[in-house]
């Protein structure tokens, strides 16, 4: 237990010195202040004001920003040690590798996602201070959602960094692999099959298995409860999960998938060579 405590603090350190970490809390924080500045929760839309409105728009800007920044922050973890020789100085200790690499993987979790749940906490604290009314539930489900994504992202990340010999190339393969996931959303996916005749239910399904495609929808569930903006894809979608059953597969499926693809990167990484 100590070991790779002592291995995710030191990644957290590490990440704190780090250039891209301010410029990741100053992109979610800056946010989150310049709504306030503007006046967004005295503004409504879809029935929301307060501080329920400005979340509508901080969701907006994590589906978009929040994947890309944990992929770039989390591809060069083990690729980037092994370039610099960290990782031959690691295991010149009597550290094991299950240790280092679960150790740099909460490290770096930490350090993604408490900056995000900072703005958010922060927005609720500034908005009690103000007497606005707090949209508790909506403000805990976020929560697990961005936990999730976090999860999600953070196992593509490892599973990158494993399976490649040098930064610039993990770098690479993580924006193709964000590209691709933020293009098969809605344009490529949708035109593509429906132009194939594919029935509906299979459209939305394969959707739906892209990780940013559920975190969306999650996010659109828990302020339009019908889904009007999807138009009849809704009630594919609700007579399958049902409201409450798509929030649990939204949160379970990427952090599964997450966890699972940084499994398989241990396993690489196990069976590989270290130096």
Same mark, same amino acid.
Request: hydrophobic share 60%.
């Given at each position: ?205 394969? #959707? !739906?298995?892209? &990780? =940013? ?5 999650? +996010? /659109? *569930?828990? $302020? ?25 597969? #939204? !949160?379970?499926? &990427? =952090? ?5 693809? +940084? /499994? *398989?990167? $241990? ?9």
């Amino acid at each position: 237990m100590k070991q790779w405590r002592a291995i995710a603090w030191q990644d957290i350190k590490e990440s704190l010195r780090a250039w891209w970490f301010l410029v990741y809390t100053l992109v979610f924080g800056g946010t989150v202040a310049l709504l306030f500045i503007l006046g967004v929760t005295e503004s409504q839309i879809l029935g929301f004001m307060g501080l329920g409105r400005l979340l509508v728009t901080f969701i907006q800007l994590c589906i978009a920003i929040l994947p890309v920044f944990v992929l770039v922050s989390t591809v060069r973890s083990i690729v980037g040690d092994r370039e610099s020789h960290v990782l031959e100085y690691w295991l010149s200790m009597p550290i094991g590798l299950g240790d280092y690499y679960w150790g740099k993987f909460m490290g770096r979790f930490l350090v993604t996602f408490l900056p995000v749940f900072g703005a958010m906490a922060g927005a609720a604290a500034w908005g009690a201070y103000q007497d606005i009314q707090i949209p508790w539930q909506l403000f805990w489900i976020f929560s697990a959602l961005l936990v999730s994504i976090c999860g999600c992202f953070l196992g593509f990340g490892f599973l990158i960094s494993t399976l490649t010999r040098h930064q610039e190339v993990a770098l690479s393969v993580s924006l193709v692999l964000w590209l691709v996931l933020l293009a098969f959303m809605d344009l490529i996916l949708i035109g593509v099959m429906l132009q194939e005749r594919i029935s509906p239910e299979w459209v939305v399904s394969i #959707a !739906l298995s892209n &990780p =940013l495609q559920s975190f969306r929808t999650a +996010a /659109m *569930v828990l $302020f339009d409860p019908r889904l009007a903006i999807l138009g009849p894809t809704a009630d594919i979608i609700l007579d399958f999960f049902g409201r409450v059953g798509f929030l649990v597969y #939204a !949160l379970v499926y &990427p =952090l599964v998938l997450g966890l699972g693809s +940084a /499994m *398989v990167g $241990f396993a690489i990484f196990k069976r590989g060579d270290q130096i």
